[in-house]
């Protein structure tokens, strides 16, 4: 199919140049790594009284780290695309034949994988570290993951190709991230909060998500807990690529 | 090869009380056979780019109708895209990339095989002088190089018509030189359609059968450019006297022989007939009135000369206008997205 075929010309042009650039993958998994070696200590005292079903540090760290990662490192995709398109080659692509969305859609692909190595490492670091989890749940978490992170990395890529500019985008993601990194409980459960930043915190997808990859990574997956958060990474991916597909097929982008 | 009726693009700048809607292109008519090469000439700003987006798909008319190649831009878009090719001012090529696989996978994105496309990018790099630079990153490329690249990039898939945007803005003289030969080769050896936009005057007068001249979202003229030319009244007469008593006379004898006369100083100036013919028995009568010459110069009619009598100012003043005056710049993007 033509799509699938054009897809993968921009999927593997994307590849080639990262992998000339591999650097950006390991800065972009830095902060999580940061996190885990000099932040995962702290926890260890205070994990036990989180009642969060693990009294595992890293078990409890890790899969919010996994998330945060998939948020911010594909918030950051769009980038790219800016670059891009100042030099023209987002033209130049629109004014071939091959769809406006596959256009889109190959480098989703090159963000999803590059998350997926991400993801790779952290656990493996995570494990290293004295993480427990079953191969299944923390697979199933990594799925998760990726889901969120394409979500994310599209919105990204239809905001790089609405703002055109470094200086736009990089406050609007700073303003929106903030909040979510705060109130999705990635690094302190939201429970152990006051009950009104708890209420406030429900309103927050990235929340639901946030718990559903730490009970899969806890081995719990019939809960509803793991739906409810696969369910919103299901809806914020829908979102997502409805977005960045609109944008690019827009006419006069 | 191009036929479009109407053409209007209109977009929004500003807001609040300095919102206002700016017709970048208002109601352009064009006629392009196969086998022309097609200069679109016009000030900065003037719609040149606007009206080539709308022809390439890039950017749906806000009003008209448009033919390219023989379907319609907006209905059917993608068969357009297929017989074009397209070189944009900006570039096409990612700085940080071979220059190779980007020509290899634009030719695919075209539904080229990779085998088909390698060969033919090797061909057009070799046609274009670009041997060696497959493994190139056009970073590491020279201006005339990079637009060469460019040129590779929009005929990767054998367009029969290309379109070139201000294909040598800001190359030197010698690579600009060398691009027009590529440029012309285009047709001779390859039989392309050629529509090129440029402000430069020296350009379209170089390679264009026929100039079409936009100024302010209208088409102001259309011929060849020798026809454009004899619509100047005349060859231009530029003569320096030595003193200024002498001014008059040599303006009164000048303005026996032509007209348009005007005084700078000591410079005296006209439009005259056949300049070669009646300028030997000019000087004589000058001579014979007692008037020394510092220079004397003719001039044949330049593009500037004929925007000048179309439109009352000359190329450089509409840029220099434009320019001040140009926080809706209609030819950037951003404004009509």
């Known amino acids: 199919m033509a799509f699938v075929g054009e897809s993968n010309i ?86 071939t034949p091959a769809s406006r969305t596959a256009l889109l859609v190959g480098r989703l692909m090159r963000d999803v994988i590059q998350l997926f190595v991400q993801a790779l490492i952290l656990v493996g670091l995570g494990y290293l570290m004295g993480m427990r989890g079953s191969v299944g749940g923390v697979l199933l978490g990594i799925f998760i993951t990726l889901v969120v992170g394409g979500a994310c990395a599209a919105a990204s890529n239809a905001l790089a190709l609405t703002t055109k500019s470094e200086d736009v985008m ?58 409810w958060g696969a369910a919103w990474a299901a809806v914020l991916a829908a979102l997502g690529t409805w977005w960045g597909t609109a944008t690019f097929r827009k006419e006069n982008a | ?66 033919t390219v190649a023989g379907y319609d831009v907006v209905k059917e878009p993608v068969q357009v895209r297929r017989s074009i090719g397209y070189v944009s001012q900006v570039g096409s090529t990612f700085s940080g990339a071979y220059a190779g696989d980007e020509v290899v996978d634009h030719g695919m994105l075209y539904g080229m095989a990779r085998g088909d496309a390698v060969r033919r990018g090797q061909e057009l790099f070799e046609r274009l002088q670009l041997d060696g630079l497959w493994k190139r990153m056009p970073k590491n490329m020279s201006g005339g190089q990079k637009r060469r690249l460019d040129v590779v990039m929009g005929l990767i898939h054998d367009p029969t018509l290309v379109f070139l945007d201000e294909p040598t803005t800001g190359l030197d003289p010698q690579a600009r030189a060398n691009l027009w030969e590529h440029i012309e080769s285009l047709r001779t050896s390859h039989g392309a359609t050629v529509f090129l936009t440029t402000h430069y005057l020296d350009e379209a007068d170089a ?25 100047v009244a005349g060859d231009l007469v530029d003569l320096e006297v030595a003193s200024d008593d002498q001014v008059a006379v040599a303006a009164q004898r000048l303005g026996a022989i032509g007209q ?78």
């Not at chain 2, 100024?215 to 003229?221: L, N, S």
């Not at chain 2, 060849?224 to 619509?231: G, R, S």
């Not at chain 2, 190329?315 to 140009?326: F, M, N, V």
Request: proline content about 5%; aromatic content about 8%.
């Open chain 1, 10 to 95: 921009v999927f593997r042009r994307q590849i080639r140049m990262n992998l000339r650039n591999p650097a950006w993958v390991l800065i972009g998994i830095m902060q999580p790594v940061l996190y885990l070696v000099l932040f995962g200590p702290l926890l260890k005292p205070l994990v036990g009284s989180f009642d969060t079903g693990t009294d595992n540090a890293y078990t409890f760290l890790v899969p919010g780290l996994l998330v945060q990662l998939g948020m911010f490192g594909a918030f950051f995709a769009g980038f790219g695309l800016i670059g891009e398109w100042r030099e023209g080659v987002i033209e130049a692509e629109r004014v």
């Open chain 1, 170 to 227: 990089a406050p609007v993601i700073n303003i929106v991230m903030m909040p979510v990194l705060l109130l999705s409980g990635i690094l302190l459960p939201m429970t152990i909060g006051p009950e009104w930043l708890q209420k406030i915190s429900d309103f927050m997808p990235f929340r639901y998500i946030v718990d559903a990859v730490r009970g899969s990574f806890a081995g719990d997956f019939g809960t509803s807990t793991v739906f």
């Open chain 2, 1 to 66: 090869m191009i036929t479009a009726r109407g053409l209007v693009q209109t977009f929004h700048t500003g807001r609040g009380k300095a919102a206002k809607e700016v017709r970048a292109v208002d109601g352009v008519d064009l006629d392009v056979a196969e086998g022309e090469v097609v200069g679109f000439l016009g000030p900065n700003g003037a719609g040149k780019t606007t009206t080539l987006r709308m022809l390439t798909t890039l950017l749906r008319p806000t009003a008209g109708t448009a």
């Open chain 2, 207 to 231: 390679l264009a059968d026929r100039i079409v001249i936009i100024d302010q979202g209208r088409i102001v003229a259309s011929d060849t450019a020798d026809n454009l030319k004899a619509q």
């Open chain 2, 260 to 337: 348009a006369v005007e005084t700078d100083g000591r410079r005296v100036r006209g439009r005259v007939e056949r300049a070669g013919r009646v300028v030997p028995s000019l000087l004589r009568d000058l001579g014979s009135a007692g008037v020394v010459l510092d220079s004397i110069e003719v001039l044949r009619p330049t593009l500037d000369d004929v925007f000048l009598t179309l439109t009352g100012r000359s190329l450089r003043d509409a840029e220099a206008g434009e320019a001040s005056s140009s926080e809706g710049e209609p030819e950037q993007k951003e404004e009509v997205a």
